[in-house]
């Protein structure tokens, strides 16, 4: 019955490890410049992992020191939390699943990317005024759009240069708006401008930028989605492994009672 015990102990303990790549995604969410600035996902993930570590916490006290009915409480309350993490999984998929960027002419490298390509639940997240403000505000106290003129003093050194989809947004005029690089983040206006309104948005400020354009916003959401897919993969082994531990959790109470 002792080895029994130690059993069932150190599948609990897995249940524990398991919780690290859970709150490691959360915190990893957090260190992102893009993500410190929308504060959305990071602490949901956070805190169901810190769930999953004490749960897991009580099922290794019950399993090495035989508690039945703690083990009965941990086995209730980490299925909870499996399909709390399976539907989180899932919801990051969905609203990931959309939203690629479009290439350019064939003398740029880099893509840009229109708001309307983004899932509905993204879009309400940098459409009202109110929260973009609080954005864009932070987004322009980065270094983001600076980097951008250490990298690329030559027209076509800067057309032919990697961009990420939020200095592609909020750090350059649209490419249609047909404005004249002067540096990466300095662009002197064509004489008839394009009547779309980021065209109208871009300003020389470098506190301005076009950081109020869709464009900004859709490159944000583009930054958001390559960076939520990444810790999705970490949550969908987290879940896998739980999935397994617990049906040999189940197995490994019932022979127990028995």
Not at 121 to 134: A, C, D, G, P
Not at 171 to 198: E, Q, R
Request: charged fraction near 10%.
């Amino acid at each position: 019955m002792p080895l029994r015990n130690n059993i069932i102990g150190c599948i609990n303990f897995i249940a524990v490890l398991l919780s690290i790549p859970v709150i490691g995604a959360g915190i990893w969410l957090t260190t992102g410049t893009v993500n410190s600035c929308v504060m959305l996902l990071q602490w949901p993930v956070i805190i169901l992992g810190i769930f999953i570590l004490l749960v897991g916490l009580a099922g290794l006290i019950g399993g090495f020191w035989r508690i039945t009915w703690l083990l009965v409480v941990y086995l209730i309350a980490m299925l909870a939390l499996v399909v709390l993490l399976g539907v989180l999984v899932g919801f990051i998929y969905m609203v990931t699943l959309r939203g690629s960027g479009r290439p350019q002419p064939i003398s740029r490298a880099y893509l840009e990317y229109s708001l309307e390509d983004f899932s509905g639940f993204l879009r309400r997240r940098v459409q009202r005024s109110y929260k973009w403000e609080r954005i864009r505000a932070c987004l322009s106290t980065t270094s983001i759009c600076p980097d951008l003129n250490q990298r690329s003093s030559l027209a076509q050194d800067f057309f032919n240069a990697y961009l990420s989809p939020i200095q592609s947004g909020c750090c350059k005029p649209p490419t249609k708006c047909g404005y004249t690089f002067v540096n990466a983040t300095y662009w002197i206006s064509p004489i008839s401008l394009h009547v779309d309104m980021d065209c109208l948005q871009w300003s020389n400020d470098q506190n301005t930028l076009c950081y109020s354009c869709n464009s900004c916003k859709a490159g944000l959401l583009a930054n958001l989605k390559i960076d939520w897919l990444e810790a999705d993969i970490f949550l969908l082994v987290a879940l896998i492994g739980l999935i397994i531990v617990y049906i040999i959790g189940c197995c490994a109470l019932r022979k127990l009672e028995n």
